[in-house]
């Protein structure tokens, strides 16, 4: 299956947007985390404008297909493509953190329309999704789940037993995607706690398991399709895909710090020049 | 393959449902519910004869969800399921639940705000000889310091029962606390519950005992016995921890000359902490005995000895009151 160019583009345009907008809301909270936001961008615009069933201005309806962010912390980059598709005002953004506005750090369920489920606290989120995959059967919706979540997340035990009740549950609307950038905030993945080999303990615990590289949006693109539109699957399905943490700021993929950061002045202007500036 | 025949008084796991006909309210009313067309789904970690859920699962197999031993995962899969207009209702021992899973219950129940059920049964020490692990008595404390969390402990199966249907339409998380299914019947089918209110069994001069869940029958034949040497007691059953029904309890302060909270918990943070927080910020001058575990863990022993050991049997609490008040 190949998606026209012109969804290609879209989406990476998005993508920009995303990082951009990520700069421009770390810069209001002067915290922020960049390079955790930057590695999944593709990811987020790929399930957003090419995968997702979803209606502008109606995040609450019934039988959209849901998204939890397991690794939430990342919030930032998805505010943003949430107010693009009207859930709520861009205005919203503008405040993003300051005391009252509804967008923190990590996504609240409670106060921002889209946000299908609260996050913050590392392996709740294929849980929670496996409840929705499962309470969408009872009530006869036939909609998707799914749940990115970081590499380092996967050292939760609680994401094991999710892995297990959902391939016990057979629910096979249940799609997570590891967002694999083999970085936590004491270093890399495999020297905190190793969590390879990644394919086959998915595989081991029943599920249909992929790896991508997680900005080669046409592959994103096709590989997501592909297990959205699988019939015959039965199991559960995670995409393994492979990413850089702090992906399209020079300065940031080659140095681990970034995971939380706030940039002065002419850093801000350097990252937006090669990100593409903001909007 | 036919079983051989057992003697009577053996039993096993698929029978101990038996000895606990109070835990029959749970699957029973949840299965009725069901049938009236309420979205109940029933979850459980692997503790399904244990509860009496899978007599739920006899009868609405498809709403049934088994998780096996992973509570974590159970609790926020309620979570998960309650976003979809479903009605979950969790149950496990109240020492995994509210101890194990009460980061998912704060995050993934409580601030959300969502309506799970969770249903902590085997509460306060009635594992008796199984150990600490089995035991909470540190459930009403947690619980109820979580915002938004709704906290009853109904006294029998009766009011398990009525709690369970009187609360059904609560927009809410709501914890629900109950012992092993043992507990004597105090109360008839079809008891007005009502979640908040307090149930005043009778006023007393001398003493009030507020009592909560398994403690609610021995606080009532202990005041039989106070009242036969010569005290006015009263008591009440305080079946909803959180929201407190600070305004009986105020009533009650205001006419009484002991109250004293009798509970199978920790004294610190359980009913009686609570009662002791409306006590004084409303300034009243009445006398408090908290009556519980001292901030200690159980000895081992099994349960009707344990009663008595920690003065939680009818004896017991007419013992404590007594010296409370001196005499």
Known sequence: MSAPADTIALIEEKARFSRA??????????????????????????????VMRLRRGEPDWPDRDRFLFGKGHAAAALYPLLADWDFFGKDVLDEY?????????????????????SSGSLGHALSAGLGMTLGGRLAGREFNVFALLGDGELQEGQVWEAAMSAAHHRARRLIA??????????????????????????????????EVDGHDVPALLALLQGIVADDARTSPAVVVAHTVKGKGVSFMESELGWHLGYLAAEDEERALAEIGGGE | MKSAALSEGSWHLHTVLDQSPGLRALADTLADLCDEGHPI??????????????????????????????????????????????????????????????????????FPGLPVRLIGHHSGFTLGFYGTSHHATEDIAIMRSLAGLAVVAPADGPSL???????????????????????????????????????????????????????????????????????????????????????????????????MTVEEHNVLGGLGGAVAEVLTEAGIGVRLHRHGIRDEFIVI??????????????????AEARGALGI
């Open chain 1, 21 to 50: 907008e990520t700069v421009r809301l770390i810069q209001i909270a002067k915290v922020g985390h960049f390079a955790s936001s930057f590695s999944c961008a593709e990811i987020l615009a790929t399930l957003y404008y090419g």
């Open chain 1, 97 to 117: 953190t300051r005391l009252g506005n509804p967008l923190g750090d990590h996504p609240d369920m409670s106060r921002v329309p889209g946000i299908d489920f």
């Open chain 1, 177 to 210: 995607i590891v967002d694999r950038n083999e970085h936590s905030l004491d270093g890399k993945v495999e020297d905190v706690m190793g969590v390879e080999p990644l394919l086959d303990k998915w595989r081991a615990f029943g599920w249909e398991a992929h």
């Open chain 2, 41 to 110: 789904v029933a979850c459980t970690a692997d503790l399904k004869y244990s509860n009496g859920l899978f007599r739920f699962q006899e009868r609405h197999p498809e709403r049934f969800f088994q998780f096996g031993i992973s509570e974590q995962n159970m609790v926020s899969a309620a979570a998960g399921i309650a976003t979809t207009g479903q009605l979950p209702y969790v149950a496990t021992f109240a020492s995994f639940l509210a101890l194990l899973c009460c980061e998912q219950i704060r995050t993934d129940v409580a």
């Open chain 2, 161 to 259: 029962a009525a709690a369970l249907r009187a609360t059904v339409d609560h927009p809410g998380p709501i914890y629900f606390r109950i012992a092993r299914g043992r507990d004597p019947e105090i109360y008839r089918p079809g008891v007005e519950f009502q979640l908040g209110k307090a149930i005043m069994h009778s006023k007393g001069s001398d003493l009030t005992l507020l009592a909560t869940g398994s403690t609610v029958h021995a606080s009532l034949a202990a005041a039989e016995t106070l009242r036969e040497e010569g005290l006015s007691v009263g008591v009440i059953d305080v079946h909803t921890i959180k929201p407190l029904d600070s305004e009986t309890l105020l009533a009650a302060a205001g006419s009484t000359r002991l109250l």
């Open chain 2, 301 to 318: 022993g099994p349960p009707t000895h344990l009663y008595a050991h920690y003065r939680l049997d009818a004896p017991g609490i007419a």
